[in-house]
């Protein structure tokens, strides 16, 4: 009954290969959210969805394409992956996208970019 | 852009000591969330704040929202070893598109 599940919880893979990474809440929320954690833990937002809707893009490389099927799903695209690309990504979901909505986190897909 | 400066980085105690965390910014936010990551799982939020001067606690965990708005602290008093983790605040930004900023975390050690 996990809230908000990632896939995979580790990706190993060569430079300049593609990956997708999945999420899926099962929370009934409206917004999707994903973040990376750099190597020193440092939390960024890269997208937010709200009701499958793009409302927040933090100037990613546009080699991340997000894709939200649905408002229960949010999927990572990333193609012609880099070293600098390792990182750990966290899915989040909240009821809304408004302040007062509480952000709940996967468990995080640990990316490496060999 | 926005930045929350959280201090310490890291602390190492003694267990059943008390710990003290904070975090400020030169901007200011209107709500502010203390959250804990453990290896290998994702942030999971301990407290959320939503008025200046707000004082709320969650067991041995207390945390307040500066007056000013700008700052915001977290204690946990009579530490355990379960405590142990990574604490990040967080803070909602009221300017454009709403999203939540960070601080770099403060990694917290505990000896038995």
């Known amino acids: 009954d996990t809230a908000v599940s990632q896939t995979p919880k580790y990706l190993v893979t060569q430079m300049g290969n593609d990956k997708s990474i999945k999420c899926e809440q099962n929370?009934?929320?409206?917004?999707m959210y994903w973040y990376k954690q750099d190597s020193k833990k440092f939390l960024k937002i890269m997208f937010s969805y709200n009701n499958k809707e793009l409302i927040i893009n933090e100037t990613v490389p546009n080699r991340f394409s997000p894709k939200s099927p649905d408002k229960a799903h949010l999927n990572l695209h990333i193609n012609s992956l880099e070293l600098g690309d390792s990182a750990v990504y966290f899915c989040?979901?909240?009821?809304?996208?408004?302040?007062?909505?509480?952000?709940?986190f996967g468990a995080g897909t640990r990316l490496s970019v060999l | 852009g926005q930045q929350l400066n959280q201090s310490p980085q890291s602390m190492f105690i003694q267990e059943g000591e008390d710990v003290s965390m904070n975090c400020t910014s030169s901007?200011?936010?209107?709500?502010w969330l203390w959250y804990k990551q453990e290896p290998g799982e994702g942030p999971v939020l301990l407290i959320a704040?939503?008025?200046?001067?707000e004082l709320t606690s969650n067991g041995r965990l207390t945390a307040q929202f500066g007056i000013t708005r700008k700052d915001s602290f977290l204690n946990i008093s009579a530490s355990i070893p379960s405590d142990v983790g990574i604490y990040f605040c967080?803070?909602?930004?009221?300017?454009?598109?709403?999203?939540?900023?960070f601080g770099q975390g403060t990694r917290l050690t505990i000896n038995p």
């Open positions: 967080a803070g909602f930004i009221i300017q454009g598109a709403q999203k939540l900023v």
């Open positions: 901007s200011i936010f209107n709500t």
């Open positions: 704040l939503y008025k200046a001067g």
């Open positions: 989040a979901s909240s009821r809304g996208a408004g302040s007062k909505n509480i952000q709940y």
């Open positions: 929370l009934g929320h409206d917004t």
